[in-house]
């Protein structure tokens, strides 16, 4: 049969979507006889049933493979196929290897990959070097490489091929004749069919979900408490984790020895024992395999559902079910685009997370962008596509999917304020995260520190400029009483900020200027013994944005006045808020008792004996064995809660001469401190 003639309308293979086409050619050792041959000998390996652990030699190379790791690095080309009885060669891969026809062949990598066919036709007008072909691929095609590995290995490839030929003396290369009957007979991509931020999901109507999947977005508390934020381990390639979780839960299919599993680990994706343990871990965390015995395997329903299933969302929603912040992405992403640190911070400051860990997040974006809920922007940001907004319709009403930390006051107005106060300060402390490490805009870091400690209720101002201090605090009292901080602000974009990026003797000068009391510098975080020493000797202290979060937090929690903050600002050196955890459990306390006298009061109202009139002494004899107090309140404690509580102003206690009886329910008290409480904000 003549070259190129099997190359008909009816044989022609059948290209993907470009969205569905792989970024990269199969990474098979080329040997000395070029690709096609090395090809050639690994499907005829197949086809004779070699097992899948025998090492597949290519003359001229020096690498070892085993079959098994071969057919991994053909399946995403789609030359090769797995289902529960192995691996296959495809329909089309079949037809080449009766021909050898490197026509066919070429039109079969043109229709899984991209930029394959597509490299010949920018080729057609002149030679061109490898960086040129690159630099097209990136600006006409968005392929966004950031190295030429890619356009070597198709170079490597289309030359094997005859597709193309190198010019020693230009070091460039051009396409042959070959290659150009070739683009007579295939399709492929003009760069014209592009436009940014297409979403490939625009015209959907209906979600690509099992109705099994769907069901698993629907959290109890109970799930919502198992939920981990840092993610397990999966071996191979962010863009393909489902493909990698469906060969290991294939080979378990039926009961299977840990000794089995760890050889397949290493000669299929080359990982060490621990590693693949870890793996094992995380598969029986997300339910989709069960432990037989100690060391026997199998795969279990949920397993056996994904395997059956094509639908990448499908394993989205079960890493979400065990993963927090995965679908709470999606509003975030409705909301405006956004990078992976500023999601990052995000994480921190909102969700939970113990630091700011883009691995992590990249990971959740990995699989969110399979699935094809989220979208790549410019600027290395990311939006929510159709689909990811048909989803978010489907599951907005979960209570995990209300962005911020989720409260369960009883009452709706005061839940309602306490979640936009929440917001508000989330927003700040994301800014705060944000503006410390951009060290381009130290403005914006310094203004974020004024909104950060007016949520302290420190009056704040932004100075910034020659000879001033960044931002001047006034603690909130009479001028007798009060104390100022003259405040730095040192931003840095990577890392923390050493002896050599502060001046000690400008913020003595700072402070003397502005008459204040104390001296600061609040960055992301310090680096160095000795940048501490030197600040314990210069009287100045280090406020990271750690600490400084911490304490917004505990603010929000527990307010305490400023002369408790005092007592921070009177460190030398790094801060710490040991020094204020006193004054804070004091408050807690109080808390603590308010609302013990007040039950305590309230359920004695129903009492036939009493009929809800009892002295101190009944109160403290009631109240000194409850777990809420590490040690019983005192009984000048509760006289003094009682004289507050009976007042005029707060009048929810009254009291005879038999002793003190509740006016109300517990209800009404509350709705009472609560119109305290809007008064308060309504003077701001």
Partial sequence: METGQILTQENLPKPRDWEAKVFAVPNIPRGKEGFPKSLKIILEQLIKNTPYNTTVKIPGSESFNTLEGLCIKLRPSGIVTKNSAGWNLSPEAKLWLETEDPYYLTALLTAKIRFFAEMLAVLLDDPKKASELQ???NKEYLLNWKTNTEIRARIGWLTDLGMISHQDYTQKYSITEAGKRLLEKV??????????????????????????ALKLTSLNQDELTERKTSFGYFPGSNTSVKATVDDYLLMMNTPVELTHILKYSLESYGIAETSTKSFLYNLDFLDLIDRKSKTVYQTNNLGKKLTESSYELDFACIINKKYTFVFEILPHLKESSLSTKQLAVIAKVSYGFRNENKSDINKRLSILRNAELIQDMPSNNFSLTHRGQLLLDQIKDEEYMRVGKHLKNSNEETKQNSQE?????????????????????????????CDCFKILGFNAKWLGGSGKTDVLLQAPTTPRFAYSVALDAKTTYSGGITESQINFDTLKDHKKIHGANYSAVVAREFQGERLINRAKQHEVALINIDTLERLIRWHDEVPLKSDSYKKVFMQKGLVSLNVIEKDRNAVIREGSLLQAVLKCLSEESNDPITEGIIQPREIYHLLKNQNQFDTPPTLEEI???????????????????????A???????????????????QVK
């Fill in 135 to 137: 630099s097209i691929a």
């Fill in 639 to 661: 006289n003094t809660m009682l004289k507050f509580l009976s007042s005029p102003l707060v009048g929810c206690v009254s009291s005879t001469k038999e002793g003190y009886f």
């Fill in 663 to 681: 006016l109300g329910s517990l209800d009404d008290a509350a709705q009472k401190f609560d119109f305290y409480l809007k008064a308060c904000s």
């Fill in 187 to 212: 399709q492929y991509t003009k760069p014209s069919s592009f436009t940014l931020d297409t979403d490939p999901t625009s015209s959907e109507t209906s979600i690509p979900l099992s109705n099994w």
């Fill in 421 to 449: 106060t929440t917001n508000v300060i989330d927003k700040v402390l994301n800014d705060l995260r944000l503006t410390s490490s951009d060290s381009s805009n130290p403005d914006g870091f310094e203004k974020t520190l």
